[in-house]
């Protein structure tokens, strides 16, 4: 249990259940779009590329009798340079700290050796591993049994659901089984909130999915988003936000400004956007790009990015 917790959450009738639910899986399966739809509310960025999440993110479900706190992670796959392998390092061990996993596979991907570690690590695991086979709007129903097939191979006795993340298929089951697998426990958060970033991180994550959407080849990846500053004007509803787009190659730049500033502009228009419609107020959002080399193999810079 997280220890800045307060005791004023603890006080609670009984029988009422919490708990701690990690969303794993490689890169790419629809992990943060699961957790947005399980909110009902998008709080992780999602996009089309493999390792867009890149640090832990808290979701918060509250319910009469209950409260999930969902835990969504950095893809899990063989990772060899210092960035990746910080990203996953995050995923594993959001996995000994909880009472349920949701562990997706691709329908399309099947199980690859990556899902063997994971699935090794699940099997002597004390929490409850649900297997969720997502994206079955992308294939036909016959396709999936010999998924299932192998996945209850992989980690017998555990329940297998075939969900699509994206169209809510079977998620009130997914519901169901969650609040099954729960412990007795308190209220960790008061309810209403949804999750424990700061709303600064949620503009620097809005900043870098849309350099995720815009971008190709090996831009995203090597791109980081930190906030210089974030001033609340109340008496204009105002928030005023100044943010560094981090590169790692002097040659990426140029990209990330484009033909006469209208890419920058362009990722610096869809996130203000998104962020006024997230804090119900008006924005004016400042974008700055600063080549920093090789800060993906830097861990100070790591650090300091917030990984
Ligand atoms: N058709 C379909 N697409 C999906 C589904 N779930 C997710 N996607 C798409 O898959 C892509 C990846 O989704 P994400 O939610 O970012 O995946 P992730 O597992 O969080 O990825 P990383 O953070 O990179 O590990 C996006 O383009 C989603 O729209 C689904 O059920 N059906
Ligand atoms: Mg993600």
Not at 16 to 36: C, D, E, Q
Not at 73 to 83: D, M, Q, V, Y
Not at 138 to 158: D, F, I, N, T, Y
Not at 272 to 280: D, F, I, P, V
Request: hydrophobic letters at 40%.
């Amino acid at each position: 249990m997280p220890s800045e917790i307060p005791n004023s959450a603890m006080q609670e009738a009984a029988g009422h259940k919490s708990g701690f639910v990690a969303i794993v899986g490689r890169p790419n399966v629809g992990k943060s779009t699961l957790l947005n739809q399980l909110l009902g509310q998008k709080i992780a960025i999602v996009s089309p590329k493999p390792q867009t999440t890149r640090n832990r993110i808290t979701g918060i479900r509250t319910t009469a009798g209950s409260q999930v706190v969902f835990l969504d992670t950095p893809g899990i796959h063989r990772a060899h340079s210092l960035i990746n392998r910080r990203m996953v390092e995050v995923a594993m061990k959001s996995l000994r700290e909880v009472d349920g996993v949701l562990w997706l596979v691709d329908v399309r991907e099947g199980i690859r050796k990556e899902d063997n570690d994971v699935a090794a690590t699940l099997r002597d695991s004390r929490a409850t591993t649900l297997v969720l086979l997502n994206k079955i709007d992308l294939v036909s129903k016959g396709k999936l049994l010999p998924l299932m097939a192998q996945c209850s191979v992989l980690l017998p006795e555990r329940e297998i659901i075939p969900i699509s993340a994206l169209k809510g298929e079977n998620l009130p089951l997914v519901l169901d089984r969650i609040e099954k697998l729960l412990p007795e426990g308190p209220r960790y958060y008061p309810e209403g909130e949804v999750t424990d970033q700061t709303e600064r991180f949620l503009a620097a994550e809005i900043i870098r999915e849309k350099i995720f959407l815009r971008t190709r080849e090996e831009i995203p990846y090597g791109t980081a988003v930190s906030i210089d500053e974030f001033t609340e004007k109340e008496e204009k509803n105002l928030v005023v936000i100044t943010a560094t787009i981090h590169t790692d190659r002097e040659s990426h730049k140029p990209i990330l400004i484009g033909k006469k500033g209208a890419m920058l502009k362009e990722i610096g228009t869809q996130a203000r956007e998104e962020l006024e419609a997230l804090l119900g107020c008006k924005i004016f959002l400042e974008l700055f790009i600063r080549v920093d080399r090789g800060w993906t193999q830097d861990p100070n810079a790591l650090t300091e990015l917030g990984l």
